[in-house]
């Protein structure tokens, strides 16, 4: 009996089925991503401090008035374009009667990915762990579990100093005290100081152009 028909395999010149060559392709292309370093990069280790300034959008069924705040940020490269990030905000607001004062103060925890565009430019792409404490002072006091995700643009400055403009989104489900999953947003505008981070050494004998007497 005839066996069942074997699915064709297109070919290229050299006689390479063109599946594994799309194969070998990819798997090239992730290898030169996780090996390159950029021109200009933060070392295994680096800090990165920052502050920010926030405009912080509530969720509807929290019946909050949008409102100014600020905060700061830790982190610790892991790799040139990978970081591990705390993160925390205050932004004071109040009900949307204007007769309660509310404190809210997320508290964040995330990868950060810092991915370069330019020398002086990256696309930042970063989400984790959300703890969200709104204190309504003798009314009542909460805290949220959830999940935020990052997206945003950092320009350097100078060799250690960029500015990040972010925008958040916070996503904390359905708990016991709280009927119904809320999503917050906020747009965060700041300037961040890395501790360690190497700058462009365009000749790669590992003196930063701003100190290289001899670019070759």
């Given at each position: 009996t005839m066996?069942?028909?074997k699915p064709l395999l297109t070919r290229d010149h050299k006689g390479v089925p063109m599946r594994k060559r799309g194969v070998l392709s990819l798997a090239a292309a992730l290898a030169m991503l996780g090996l390159a370093q950029p021109a200009a990069g933060q070392k295994l280790g680096s800090l990165e401090i920052g502050a920010f300034g926030r405009y912080t959008v509530f969720d509807k069924d929290q019946n909050l008035k949008n409102a100014f705040g600020g905060g700061?940020?830790?982190?610790?490269?892991l790799m040139p374009w990978l970081s591990l990030e705390v993160s925390a905000a205050y932004v004071p607001t109040k009900d949307t009667l204007q007769t309660i004062t509310v404190?809210?103060?997320?508290?964040?925890?995330?990868?950060?990915?810092?991915?370069?565009?330019t020398d002086r430019v990256a696309i930042l792409l970063g989400g984790?762990?959300?703890?969200?404490?709104?204190?309504?002072?003798?009314?009542?006091?909460?805290?949220?579990?959830?999940?935020?995700?990052?997206?945003?643009?950092?320009?350097?400055?100078s060799d250690a100093v960029s500015v990040r403009a972010e925008g958040i989104l916070q996503y904390?489900?359905?708990q016991y005290h709280v009927a119904t999953a809320q999503q917050t947003y906020a747009a965060q505008l700041?300037?961040?100081y890395v501790l360690g981070r190497a700058g462009k050494d365009s000749d790669g004998d590992g003196v930063p152009d701003r100190k290289d007497a001899c670019l070759t």
């Open positions: 066996g069942a028909a700061g940020e830790l982190g610790l490269f404190k809210h103060i997320p508290v964040f925890g995330r990868l950060l990915a810092s991915i370069p565009v984790g762990y959300l703890r969200s404490f709104y204190d309504y002072g003798v009314a009542d006091s909460t805290a949220r579990h959830g999940a935020h995700g990052l997206v945003g643009i950092r320009a350097w400055l904390t489900p359905t700041g300037l961040s």
